[in-house]
Structures are given as structure tokens and as C-alpha cells.
């Protein structure tokens, strides 16, 4: 049963060796796997569906289903299914060479999200610090370094391009996922699938 007072919770923080003991319990939990390869299959079926917004910028969605996997699920299964999926996707719409680091870029994305949203109270400014390391760690970092890797131009060079792409595109990350989650979060309370929210639903703090 969820503690009346999650976020006072031992389970409600990664600094605390109940909060991992949970997490791993989770991969033996049958509705959490369900939820798992649901979101996976969703993840799938959107991944080539995106709106345009400007030259070579399109809004994704498949982050959607990622933050609500792993505030459900927890790191250890969001970084599993960040791994599985990101092979499986792969396999079905392959995109030039099969590249490990970004099956990593993928888990380190999963493990963020979950950290910030798994079995504790979901707000906004958790949402956006979530969305905003992942662009900068995440999609910046890790991701200039993998094409630095795979391609001829230097690291700085897809480091500045990176940087404009995903500092343009985070407030309106942000604000979808914003209102994703108000959207769905009665529901997932009601579901018992995420720790209690509170009269606030999304609150800022």
C-alpha cells in the first residue's frame, strides 16, 4: 500500500536502499510488466509519427510514453525496457548502422525520468527538470559524442548544433508533457499505479 506521506518515504527517493528494492521488485510484478510492454508497443507504433515546427525540427512524442512508463515502473524496468526497445525499434525501422551508444542514450534517458517521477509526487518542476537533462545530458552530451564518434566533423561542431536544436525545442517538450500528465494522472492514481497525488493534482513544487 502506498505511505500517506510518499514523498517522508523511504520508497519515495533513490537514496535509500528500500527505494531500489522496490524498483527491482518491479520486474516481478505481472501488471507492472503489462504496463511495461504496453507502453513499449505504443512507443513503437508512434515512433515515426512527429509534427514539423521548423526546418530539420520535429515535435516526438514517443517521450511521452517513456515518462509514464518510468513513473510507473520505476528505474530498473524503465531502463530495461529503454534498452529492449531501442533494439526492438531498431530491428523494425532500421536507421543506418546499429549504434550502441544510442541504446545507452536511450536507458540514461529512461533512468531520468524514472528518478524523477517514480513513486513520488509528480509536478511540474519535476517534469521539466526531468525534460531538461535529458536534452542537455542526455541528447546534447551523450549524443554529440556518438556522432563524433560515427561521423568526420569534430565533437564541438554536432555539440553547438545539438545545443540550438534541443534548447528550441524544450519548452514545448515541456509544456506537452505538462499536459500529458495532468491529462492522465487521475487516472493512473485511481489505477493505484503511481503514489498518491494529493488534492493538487500537478501541483508546481
Known amino acids: 500500500d502506498w505511505s500517506s506521506d510518499v514523498c517522508s518515504s523511504d520508497l519515495s527517493h533513490p537514496f535509500s536502499h528500500a527505494y531500489w528494492q522496490e524498483a527491482s521488485a518491479e520486474t516481478r510484478r505481472v ?40 513513473a510507473v515502473c520505476g528505474p530498473v524496468v524503465g531502463v530495461l525496457c529503454g534498452g529492449i526497445g531501442d533494439l526492438i525499434e531498431f530491428a523494425i525501422h532500421p536507421n543506418g548502422p546499429f549504434f550502441p551508444g544510442y541504446t545507452l542514450s536511450s536507458m540514461a534517458g529512461a533512468l531520468i525520468f ?53 534548447t528550441i525545442m524544450l519548452p514545448i517538450e515541456i509544456v506537452l508533457l505538462v499536459l500529458f500528465f495532468r491529462m492522465l494522472i487521475p487516472y493512473l492514481e485511481g489505477k493505484n499505479w503511481i503514489a498518491p497525488q494529493g488534492e493538487r493534482k500537478l501541483p508546481w513544487w
Open 31 to 70: 501488471r507492472i510488466l503489462a504496463v511495461a510492454a504496453l507502453c513499449m508497443a505504443l512507443k513503437m507504433a508512434i515512433a515515426s509519427f512527429r509534427i514539423p515546427v521548423a526546418d530539420n525540427l520535429y515535435v516526438y512524442f514517443t517521450y511521452l510514453i517513456t515518462a509514464v512508463q518510468c
Open 114 to 166: 524514472a528518478l524523477f517521477l517514480y513513486r513520488t509526487k509528480i509536478t511540474v518542476l519535476r517534469l521539466a527538470l526531468s525534460r531538461l537533462l535529458i536534452n542537455l545530458f542526455v541528447n546534447v552530451g551523450l549524443g554529440s559524442l556518438w556522432s563524433y564518434m560515427l561521423y568526420s566533423k569534430g565533437y564541438l561542431y554536432y555539440f553547438a548544433k545539438s545545443l540550438v536544436k534541443n
